[in-house]
Nanobody, 122 residues
């Protein structure tokens, strides 16, 4: 089992920046892929970014490409999401997720999820 804990959310004005972090613990070596998803009220959960452990194959959704950067530190078991030029439409609960022994996917078909951290852009 893998435990994921997010931090770094908050309220910012449009154009501002935030950095989300996710710390993984437990049976982390079973996780080949980690990702960030977000869900706004009344909307489906959508992928923001994903990356393989070791930093391979980072993926960013088109809506955030050029503004967000995903990175992971295998030694520290952390997954970060650097967000700049934030827009009101980025407002959502952001979730860290891990997928065991399978390829990354843009679908919310991950095995482990954090509790989420709220990002509000006004």
């Amino acid at each position: 089992h893998v435990q994921l804990v997010e931090s770094g959310g908050g309220s910012v004005q449009a154009g501002g920046s935030l950095r989300l972090s996710c710390v993984a613990s437990g049976d982390i070596y079973s996780s080949d892929c980690m990702g960030w998803f977000r869900q706004a009220p009344g909307k489906e959960r959508e992928v923001v970014a994903s990356i393989y452990t070791g930093g391979r194959g980072p993926y960013l959704a088109a809506s955030v490409r050029g503004r967000f950067t995903v990175s992971e530190d295998n030694a520290k078991n952390t997954l970060d999401l650097q967000m700049v030029s934030l827009k009101p439409e980025d407002t959502a609960m952001y979730y860290c997720a891990a997928r065991a022994s399978r390829a990354c996917t843009i679908l919310p078909e991950y095995d482990y999820w954090g509790q989420g951290t709220q990002v509000t852009v006004s």
